[in-house]
């Protein structure tokens, strides 16, 4: 599977962006699909996750702010980022595989499939 993520930009604090993950290549229905990002000189880290049944996980620093979602019938996966804030500025990239299960949900090598990230700037 090949995945595109978009949706990026330069917001203000206290704004919203939807990120988008588009997937091709093959039906993602049974994959589950996670958001990772990566912020200026840090390492990339967890922050929604959602699988196949719907059943999501969330880091702590985005939830009750960040909704994630999915749409199978048009394979794509959406990151719904409210209440923007500074340290949510970084390259955000979605990851998608069959395997991924609740123990490892956040565990990003445990996403096989991986698009190109998307950038996201909040000023404050």
């Known amino acids: 599977v090949q995945l595109q993520a978009s949706g990026g930009g330069l917001v203000q604090a206290g704004d919203s962006l939807r990120l988008s993950c588009a997937a091709t290549?093959?039906?993602?229905?049974?994959?589950?699909v996670g958001w990772f990002r990566q912020a200026p000189g840090k390492e990339r880290t967890f922050v929604a996750a959602?699988?196949?049944?719907?059943?999501?996980a969330y880091a702590d620093s985005v939830k009750g702010r960040f909704t994630i979602s999915r749409d199978n019938a048009n394979n794509m996966g959406y990151l719904q980022m409210n209440s923007l804030r500074p340290e949510d500025t970084a390259v955000y990239y979605c990851?998608?595989?069959?395997?991924?299960?609740?123990?490892?949900?956040?565990?990003?090598?445990?996403?096989?499939?991986w698009g190109q990230g998307t950038e996201v700037t909040v000023s404050s």
């Open positions: 990851a998608a595989d069959p395997s991924v299960i609740l123990s490892n949900i956040r565990s990003q090598t445990a996403h096989a499939n």
């Open positions: 290549g093959r039906t993602f229905r049974r994959d589950t």
């Open positions: 959602i699988r196949y049944n719907g059943h999501t």
